[in-house]
Nanobody, 127 residues
């Protein structure tokens, strides 16, 4: 079992920054690939970024690449998403998710690849 708890959401103006945090606990095997997802009202959930927790390679949704950075602190069992140059279209509920390492090799990202999910953190961006 894995437990994931997001924090750090909030409201910012366009161009601003936020950092999301995901506190993780549970079996290491099921936290081999960790990801951030988002879902805006009326839209499908989309994968924003993911990281292979052992090898460190990452993937980003093209629309956020260069603006968002996924990182981890293994000692603290924490995942981060630094979001810079935020745009109104980035507004959504952001979710932390995890599963085994092999999931990080799958393309495209699909929700069914991830077994464990947090409850989400709301991000609002005003223009």
């Amino acid at each position: 079992q894995v437990q994931l708890v997001e924090s750090g959401g909030g409201s910012v103006q366009a161009g601003g920054s936020l950092r999301l945090t995901c506190a993780a606990s549970g079996t290491t095997y099921s936290r081999g690939c960790m990801a951030w997802w988002r879902q805006a009202p009326g839209k499908a959930r989309e994968g924003v970024a993911r990281i292979h927790t052992d090898l460190g390679f990452t993937y980003y949704l093209p629309s956020v690449e260069g603006r968002f950075t996924i990182s981890q602190d293994n000692a603290k069992n924490t995942l981060y998403l630094q979001m810079d140059s935020l745009k109104p279209e980035d507004a959504a509920m952001y979710y932390c998710a995890s599963d085994r390492q092999s999931v990080c090799y799958f393309q495209p990202m699909r929700t069914e690849q991830y077994t464990y999910w947090g409850h989400g953190a709301q991000v609002s961006v005003s223009s």
